[in-house]
């Protein structure tokens, strides 16, 4: 009956590809991970972030990887293994076949675990199934930030599928803050940065500046500087951004983690286009 689930919720994506079979498989387990996570309390504990969160509460219509949390205040003792042993239980119930890879360490902030699998293939009814060799195996990676910078807000969203649970969720503000501090210090161009700021200056979604500020104080070229954001400061450090970046690489990085159908958007992309966006910003 679990399997089945899982085949009635792939059936109604429509894939048409390998590569979107792949990621609504991806899709579909990591909801179940979250569900799984919601019947321990892990969510009394961490906050759910990052682009999965957003596609998952938010409807943004690009594919995502990781499962990012972050305590809801910090605790270098936090253990993710015990969680690791519930959430394999739980998937098992599902026909996954887990590999658990476990990669924390007690003096490193971010704790990190890999679940992998590559018996569920075998079990659905796949219409992209490679003509030859072996399925590609899933694998999703979790990261709790066990050290995040103050000022975050939290608001409790909920899942119904494979089965009602609650997961506490950094709010819209909290999330834009945690872009804007990837796309300000991150040290390498990341289209699905850019393509996730589209998506909060179109909905005019306000910034909460003093997590953006923490965030800059803790981590990345203003580390130390207590810079005090605003949104004039904002507009001014992304346009110098967005001066440098090559759009070109932007829009190619981005490309498979769209559909088909918003390939044709991303010809927009270029300095101009961006700088509009940062018009928004409120």
Same mark, same amino acid.
Request: aromatic fraction near 12%; glycine fraction near 6%; include cysteine.
């Given at each position: 009956?679990?399997?089945k689930?899982i085949?009635?919720r792939l059936?109604d994506?429509?894939?048409?590809s390998?590569?979107?079979?792949e990621?609504?498989?991806?899709?579909?387990?990591?909801?179940?991970?979250?569900a799984?996570?919601g019947?321990?309390?892990?969510?009394? #504990?961490t906050?759910f972030?990052?682009?999965?969160?957003?596609?998952v509460f938010?409807?943004?219509?690009?594919?995502?990887?990781?499962?990012?949390?972050?305590?809801?205040?910090?605790?270098?003792?936090?253990?993710?293994?015990?969680?690791?042993?519930?959430?394999?239980?739980?998937?098992?119930a599902?026909?996954?076949?887990?590999?658990?890879?476990d990669?924390s360490?007690?003096d490193?902030?971010?704790?990190?675990a890999f679940?992998?699998?590559?018996?569920?293939?075998n079990l659905?009814?796949?219409?992209?199934k490679?003509?030859t060799?072996?399925?590609?195996k899933l694998?999703?990676?979790?990261?709790?930030d066990c050290?995040p910078?103050g000022?975050?807000?939290f608001e409790m969203?909920?899942?119904?599928f494979?089965?009602?649970?609650?997961?506490?969720?950094?709010?819209?503000?909290?999330?834009f803050?945690? #872009?804007l501090h990837?796309l300000?210090?991150?040290?390498?161009?990341k289209?699905?940065?850019?393509?996730?700021?589209? !998506?909060y200056?179109?909905?005019r979604?306000?910034?909460?500046?003093?997590?953006?500020?923490?965030a800059l104080?803790q981590?990345?070229? !203003? #580390?130390?500087r207590?810079i005090?954001?605003?949104?004039? !400061?904002c507009?001014?450090?992304l346009?110098?951004?967005?001066?440098?970046?090559?759009?070109a690489q932007?829009?190619?990085?981005?490309?498979?983690?769209?559909k088909p159908?918003?390939?044709?958007?991303?010809?927009l992309w270029s300095?101009?286009?961006?700088?509009?966006?940062?018009?928004k910003?409120v």
């Amino acid at each position: 009956m679990s399997v089945k689930m899982i085949q009635d919720r792939l059936d109604d994506y429509g894939c048409r590809s390998t590569l979107e079979e792949e990621q609504a498989l991806r899709e579909i387990t990591q909801e179940i991970v979250l569900a799984a996570l919601g019947r321990t309390d892990f969510f009394q #504990k961490t906050a759910f972030q990052g682009g999965t969160c957003l596609r998952v509460f938010h409807g943004v219509n690009r594919f995502s990887e990781d499962l990012d949390f972050a305590l809801q205040s910090a605790d270098g003792s936090f253990v993710l293994k015990s969680y690791l042993v519930t959430l394999a239980r739980e998937l098992m119930a599902y026909g996954y076949d887990l590999e658990i890879d476990d990669r924390s360490k007690v003096d490193q902030a971010v704790r990190m675990a890999f679940v992998k699998d590559d018996s569920l293939g075998n079990l659905l009814r796949l219409n992209y199934k490679p003509a030859t060799g072996p399925s590609r195996k899933l694998r999703i990676k979790l990261e709790v930030d066990c050290d995040p910078p103050g000022g975050a807000s939290f608001e409790m969203k909920y899942l119904d599928f494979p089965f009602p649970s609650a997961v506490c969720t950094f709010d819209l503000p909290s999330l834009f803050a945690g #872009k804007l501090h990837a796309l300000l210090c991150r040290e390498y161009l990341k289209g699905r940065d850019w393509y996730d700021f589209i !998506w909060y200056t179109a909905r005019r979604i306000t910034i909460n500046h003093g997590l953006l500020s923490s965030a800059l104080t803790q981590m990345g070229p !203003w #580390k130390g500087r207590q810079i005090r954001t605003d949104r004039d !400061w904002c507009v001014g450090q992304l346009k110098a951004k967005i001066e440098a970046a090559d759009w070109a690489q932007a829009r190619q990085d981005v490309r498979r983690f769209v559909k088909p159908i918003e390939l044709p958007s991303l010809d927009l992309w270029s300095r101009d286009f961006f700088v509009a966006q940062c018009a928004k910003l409120v």
